[in-house]
């Protein structure tokens, strides 16, 4: 369980000319997902020889729907020059932004500057006393 302090998610990207705006809003919505999983909650870890000790859904972290905010999207449409369309891509664009503000909310949170994903209860933790003690996180 994880205990959000907001409860929204927010997001604005530009996309070109938006060409199916229901379309649009998932691809922004999949992509934050994907970014507080990725952030939060997905690791995959081996053993000392190297075999896969997440290797189904019994072990490996995924989220589901009941974990993330709700999600507030927007769009700005400012067209590209390079397609006819004037349309940009959206998939990724939703993803890279989502772990740097987690992380960045944790470090103005807690004064720590987490430097490995996901940041787990127990990572978090030990960063915390850790800097209580004066040592790097």
Known sequence: ??????DVCS????????????LLQGQQHGGAAAGIS???YEEVVYDDNGNPLTATLLDYALPSAAEFPSFDVHSTETRTPLNPLG????????LVPTAPAILGAIDNATGVRMHRVPVLPHRLREAILAKGKGRAS
């Not at 369980?1 to 907001?6: A, Q």
């Not at 349309?87 to 939703?94: C, D, L, N, Q, S």
């Open 11 to 22: 997001s604005d990207l530009d996309c070109g000319t938006v060409i199916n705006p229901l």
């Open 38 to 40: 990725q952030t939060m």
């Open 87 to 94: 349309a940009k891509g959206i998939g990724e664009p939703a």
């Open 1 to 6: 369980d994880r205990d959000w302090s907001s």
